[in-house]
């Protein structure tokens, strides 16, 4: 069965800490994206990664293929990150880019 | 910048009734997705939408549902008779292709009595 696990469910980080959030797959995927969820429920794209690094602002994502495995950094963590973070990967033969998404990382950010 | 925009924000319905959650996805965009999210669970796939055709839904999608592009601009999804576990928030996603980025409206949530 494809499944995407994130660690940690819950992260509780004082403002300014660096900040990961870890994804593993069970099977080839074609594409791996990091999504936030804001309390309200909407959702934003963060990344989009078939490999390697990505980096926007504070955020960092890596993916690394041949151990399934995909992290998400926050550098210089803030109060305004607290949201949920998940992990949603297209798994090869999902051809019309269908996503199956993680469970979902909380975090939270005091400041 | 384009987005992706839903209605309604919210709609409570009763049991039994049918409900049409409307998305408008970003212009360009050739494909077209609903999906679900009950609350305190994770984001479900529910279908997919490609050249004015299901591409691919997942067993959630049953009889009671159904989605239509009526005129090229709205993106519609339709659950014909509610049940409350139909309670959700559903959101839709649209990309232009399959190797560029979804991108998420802000969700309905949809209550049922």
């Known amino acids: 069965k494809n499944e995407v696990e994130q660690s940690p469910q819950n992260l509780t980080a004082q403002e300014g800490e660096f900040i990961t959030i870890n994804c593993s797959y069970s099977?080839?995927?074609?594409?791996l994206h990091w999504l936030q969820q804001h309390p309200g429920g909407g959702i934003v794209s963060l990344f989009m990664?078939?490999?390697g690094k990505k980096k926007h602002g504070r955020l960092i994502a890596t993916i690394n293929i041949q151990e399934k495995h995909s992290s998400l950094h926050i550098t210089a963590s803030h109060p305004r990150d607290s949201a949920v973070y998940i992990c949603?990967?297209?798994?090869?033969?999902?051809?019309?880019?269908?996503?199956?998404f993680g469970k979902g990382t909380k975090l939270s950010v005091k400041p | 910048e384009p987005e992706v925009t839903q209605t309604p924000s919210h709609q409570v319905t009763q049991m039994g009734q049918e409900v049409i959650l409307r998305c408008v996805p970003i212009s360009n965009h050739l494909y077209f997705y609903w999906y679900r999210q009950i609350l305190g669970q994770k984001v479900e796939f529910l279908v997919s939408?490609?050249?004015?055709?299901?591409?691919?839904k997942s067993e959630i999608f049953d009889d009671q549902f159904s989605v239509e592009r009526p005129d090229g601009s709205n993106f519609t999804l339709k659950i014909r008779s509610t049940k409350l576990e139909d309670s959700a928030m559903y959101f839709c996603?649209?990309?232009?292709?399959?190797?560029?980025?979804?991108?998420f409206g802000p969700g309905t949530r949809l209550t049922v009595t």
């Open positions: 099977v080839g995927i074609s594409a």
């Open positions: 996603a649209s990309r232009y292709d399959t190797s560029s980025e979804q991108y």
């Open positions: 939408f490609y050249n004015n055709e299901i591409s691919e």
């Open positions: 990664l078939s490999s």
């Open positions: 949603a990967v297209r798994f090869y033969g999902g051809s019309q880019g269908n996503l199956i």
